[in-house]
Structures are given as structure tokens and as C-alpha cells.
T-cell receptor
Framework: TQLLEQSPQFLSIQEGENLTVYCNSSSVFSSLQWYRQEPGEGPVLLVTVVTGGEVKKLKRLTFQFGDARKDSSLHITAAQPGDTGLYLCAGGVGGGSNYKLTFGKGTLLTVNP | EAQVTQNPRYLITVTGKKLTVTCSQNMNHEYMSWYRQDPGLGLRQIYYSMNVEVTDKGDVPEGYKVSRKEKRNFPLILESPSPNQTSLYFC??????????????FGSGTRLTVV
């Protein structure tokens, strides 16, 4: 079983600050997904990265996949209260019908006004 | 609107009383899956289905059953619920043959309490 370690577990910051959360593993993944889960709702897919070294931007969010495809980071610039939520990374291994997604335990982010 | 619909959203039941949590998706997705989410343990896969009449165990299948008679529906059945099945449950679906390659669409969750 591939394990994904997310850090930090909890993060509480003020509006306007920048932050980075990490997703690390000893395993190589064929792809890496990030989800955000708001209280009382299911996770929502933010991005999928598939190439080592890939960087994707989604407004104030920047996602990076490590060169060795074992880790990923999510950077948020000028955080807003609406960014509050549980951020989950999910690593994919295998291909075709054997592709399997494994989730990390998440980083709970609170952005205070 | 493309979505995964779970019912009920909240359920309190007693030990041993059979229950079914329904899940339906309107996106014609082949792949569907059930997860439970517990504090400190994250999302753990219970069962998944690659297509109609094809189901397989995930990481924590004990105490659960599923069926996939139609492409859109994937109910989760607890034949004899126990308190350790108190949890937040999510149904998810994904386009394509891979198990989540295209990303999951999750339902809004079912909070189950077994007393």
C-alpha cells in the first residue's frame, strides 16, 4: 500500500498570508491529484498533475509535482477565508483498469478574517 | 447539473438493523466507489465497481455489501450495522476505465451513527 504523508496536519493563518502544504511519499506515482473538502461536503477535484516537475496554476493556487514524482506541494498566495477547508492529495499508481488512487489524510486549513 | 447524489444525508440507527445508503450519478461514469472518512484515518475505500455487475473489495470491506445492477446506481448495504461503522460515508464516480484517473466526483456524504 502506497502511503501519502501530508504536512502540516493543521494550519491556521490570517487573511492575506501565503502558505504551502506538502504531500510526500516513498513511492512513485503516475499522477497526483489535489482536492478541497469544505465542511459538510464531499471533496472537490482542484487539479491533476502527471509529469515530473509539472507546475499548474489555478488563480492564487500553485501546484507542483516533484521531479521524481514522489511528492507534491500546494502553494496559496494571499489566502482568503474562502480557502478554508481540508486539502487532500491523492496519488495514482498503475494504469488502465489497474490504476488505483490512494488519498492522504489531509491538511486542515483555516484562514481567519 | 452533473452530480453524485447520496441519500440520506444523516442517519441514526440501532445495532443490527439493516440499512441501505443509496448513490446515483448522472454522468454515465463507469467507475463508482464508496469511502468512509474517519478522524485521523482519512478516506478509506470500502468497495468499488468498474462497471455494471463488476464489483471488488477496497481496503475496508468487512461489514459492507454493494451491488451494481445499473450503471447509474451503486448502493451501500450494511446488513447488521455495528457502532464501529459510525462514520461519514462518501460515494464517488469517475469517467473512464481507470480507478480514478480522471478524478473523482464525490457526493455530499452520509453521516451515519450506529447506537
Amino acid at each position: 500500500t502506497q502511503l501519502l504523508e501530508q504536512s502540516p496536519q493543521f494550519l491556521s493563518i490570517q487573511e492575506g498570508e501565503n502558505l504551502t502544504v506538502y504531500c510526500n511519499s516513498s513511492s512513485v506515482f503516475s499522477s497526483l491529484q489535489w482536492y478541497r473538502q469544505e465542511p459538510g461536503e464531499g471533496p472537490v477535484l482542484l487539479v491533476t498533475v502527471v509529469t515530473g516537475g509539472e507546475v499548474k496554476k489555478l488563480k492564487r493556487l500553485t501546484f507542483q509535482f516533484g521531479d521524481a514524482r514522489k511528492d507534491s506541494s500546494l502553494h496559496i498566495t494571499a489566502a482568503q477565508p474562502g480557502d478554508t477547508g481540508l486539502y487532500l492529495c491523492a496519488g495514482g499508481v498503475g494504469g488502465g483498469s489497474n490504476y488505483k488512487l490512494t488519498f492522504g489524510k489531509g491538511t486542515l486549513l483555516t484562514v481567519n478574517p | 447539473e452533473a452530480q453524485v447524489t447520496q441519500n440520506p444525508r444523516y442517519l441514526i440507527t440501532v445495532t443490527g438493523k439493516k440499512l441501505t445508503v443509496t448513490c446515483s450519478q448522472n454522468m454515465n461514469h463507469e467507475y463508482m466507489s464508496w469511502y468512509r472518512q474517519d478522524p485521523g484515518l482519512g478516506l478509506r475505500q470500502i468497495y468499488y465497481s468498474m462497471n455494471v455487475e463488476v464489483t471488488d473489495k477496497g481496503d475496508v470491506p468487512e461489514g459492507y455489501k454493494v451491488s451494481r445492477k445499473e450503471k447509474r446506481n451503486f448502493p451501500l448495504i450494511l446488513e447488521s450495522p455495528s457502532p464501529n461503522q459510525t462514520s461519514l460515508y462518501f460515494c464517488a464516480s469517475s469517467l473512464g476505465g481507470g480507478r480514478g484517473l480522471a478524478g473523482y466526483t464525490f457526493g455530499s456524504g452520509t453521516r451515519l451513527t450506529v447506537v
